[in-house]
């Protein structure tokens, strides 16, 4: 069974702080997403990458980095958290060699207070 | 860049009646559109995707149509049951080895037993 596995469901932190979500794909896929999902707004893509180490901006990169160290791994980073950060966050993945299934994890819901 | 909308944001049917989900695009040169379901707590899953070169495709009660010259595609549930419950997101994609999609808003699907 394919399974792309969110680091946390629930996650609380205090404005300032930086924050870490992890996701780990176990589909030998190329390709990572970071999504933001907020209501009436759907997905928006934060970042993605295509290849270990490679990564590019999606459409709302601001506030926000990545790491890609192994091809199984996909870190998002809020550097310094912000209370307009609170969202749900949902990290996918994807085979290489065009447009496929995107697999999703089952979302990280953040709280910055 | 391109841009995804869809409508309604919430829909109501009674359990069997058919529920329909449209939605437009902007960038005459996508080519791939999706369709996602998101049950709660879980994250979006692919349930039908239609290519460019594709009117309609077919999936048991599920079907999605696609109008290249009027830029807009459609979900179309028949003969709905209360686990159809959930929402749905369309998507396009412009090919290329990234896998790169564009979100629509998202539907709640509410089906009334």
């Known amino acids: 069974d394919v399974k792309v596995t969110q680091s946390s469901r629930y996650l609380v932190k205090r404005t300032g702080e930086k924050v870490f979500l992890e996701c780990v794909q176990d589909m030998d896929h190329e390709n990572m997403f970071w999504y933001r999902q907020d209501p009436g707004l759907g997905l928006r893509l934060i970042y993605f990458?295509?290849?270990?180490?490679?990564?590019e901006k999606g459409d709302i990169p601001e506030g926000y980095s990545v790491s890609r160290e192994k091809k199984e791994r996909f870190s998002l980073i809020l550097e310094s958290a912000s209370t307009n950060q609170t969202s749900m966050y949902l990290c996918?993945?994807?085979?290489?060699?065009?447009?496929?299934?995107?697999?999703f994890g089952p979302g990280t819901r953040l709280t910055v207070l | 860049g391109e841009n995804v909308e869809q409508h309604p944001s919430t829909l109501s049917v009674q359990e069997g009646d058919s529920a329909v989900i449209k939605c437009t695009y902007s960038d005459s040169a996508s080519n791939y559109f999706p369709w996602y379901k998101q049950e709660l707590g879980k994250g979006p899953q692919l349930i039908i995707d239609?290519?460019?070169?594709?009117g309609e495709k077919k999936d048991q009660r599920i079907a999605v149509t696609l109008n290249k010259t009027a830029k807009h595609f459609s979900l179309h549930i028949t003969e709905t049951q209360p686990e159809d419950s959930a929402v749905y997101f369309c998507a396009a994609s412009i090919e290329s080895n990234t896998g790169k999609l564009i979100f629509g808003q998202g539907t709640t699907l509410q089906v009334k037993p």
């Open positions: 239609i290519r460019s070169n594709v």
């Open positions: 990458s295509y290849d270990v180490k490679m990564k």
């Open positions: 996918a993945s994807s085979s290489s060699g065009g447009q496929g299934e995107q697999f």
